[in-house]
């Protein structure tokens, strides 16, 4: 089978008729015609193997049409995906107007109000020491810081002239007893010469006079001593009650002259067993500040730590240049804790009061309409109210008046915002990083 395939094969296939041969012998040229059979099937089979199918005109028509529907399909999804990311573009536009607020939750506490202001703690017994008799400082003995009793030496002065000026009023005081008894001798002599006639009344009445004049001049005299006496005992400065020292403005040898108006204190003695706070309450507060409220004091040397204290006394008057009222309270130092002079913070809890609302600064908006805050509605578009102002706490400010407990006030109020524009609520942390921080 396999070699009569071979062979079929090889007849099948076109034979290529031989070239003429020229043979060159005794110069001719001599030539061989090919066979005309072989020639002719050769052509036959070479036309056969050449032919092509031919294409009709139904399959051609057929495939236009489905390229010009793919066409126009692909035409219609990009103008189609064009008008939607349009449509989306400005719905994302629009959304990115409408602004995004944060908003603040208002609470409040009826009936309790807290108020904090600055105060100056002072010794509630304080007293500065100064010289009695003019002199030198003989001696100290005792400096700041230390704790002395009442009658306790601070100081002694050498005043000599005071000294002199003693001796001077005692010698006059003898020269004074000495006419008094004089004259009190002569009396006693001429009053029995008087019934036998040989003095006159007159004279007994004169010297009955010069007597009472003696009499008074030894009273005078008396009275310079102790004087001087009493001036002299002020050559030693003591202390006027228990306390503490807390000034020494003096050292041996300085000059020391009398009264308060001479300079410095000597020293300065405190009683710092109770301590007073003065605080300016705000005159809308005053009246809600009653005697005998509680309150708490805080300094800054200790940290964390509050001390009671009690108010005890007001001015019952407002001061024209501050508008606010004197208050003071009594602070119990008996461990000796807290320091005259020293900058305090007082908190006093006012009951009665009805509750007020706190806001951060940034919701407030002052402009040529006064002061107001936006608030949020039911629909989502924002509302101006103008409120009042309580107090100022820094941060925070305390409204007086202006809104409710159901109002939903803007935190930041954004540039431009005006009444029943739409915005936008978010969270306040959502809020603070969508705002961009200013360096």
Known sequence: MLEHATEQKLDTSPEIAPMPRHDTDNGHESSKTPDKSLDTAGTTEVTSSERKPGRSPVGLGIFGVVAIAGAATLVYTGVSARQRSAVELRQWTEAQAIPSVALVTLNAKPGVVSLNLPGRLQANDSAPIYARVSGYVKDWKVDIGASVKAGQTLAEIEAPDQDQQLLQA?????????????ADITLKRERPL????TVAQQEIDQRVADLASKQAAVNSGEAN???????????????????????????????????SSAGQAMFVVSDVHTLRVYINVPQNYAPDVKLGSQATVSVPE?????????VVASARAVDITSGTTQMQLSVDNAKGELMPGAYANVKVDLSGVAGTFRIPVSALIFDERGLRVATVGQDNRATFKRVTIARDL?????????VAADDHVIATPPDGLAEGDEVHIVKL???????????
Request: net charge negative.
């Open 225 to 259: 001593v102790e004087r001087l006496e009493a001036l002299s005992a002020y050559k030693t400065v003591a202390a006027p009650f228990d306390g503490l020292i807390t000034a020494r403005n003096t050292d041996v040898g300085s000059l020391i002259s009398a009264g």
């Open 194 to 197: 008087l019934e036998s006639r």
């Open 394 to 402: 820094g941060n925070e400010i305390e409204l007086a008046s202006g």
């Open 429 to 439: 942390s959502q809020a603070k990083e969508a705002t961009p921080k200013v360096p």
């Open 170 to 182: 005692k010698a006059d005081l003898a020269n004074a007893k000495s006419a008094e008894v004089l």
């Open 302 to 310: 200790y940290p964390g730590r509050s001390f009671p204290a009690t």
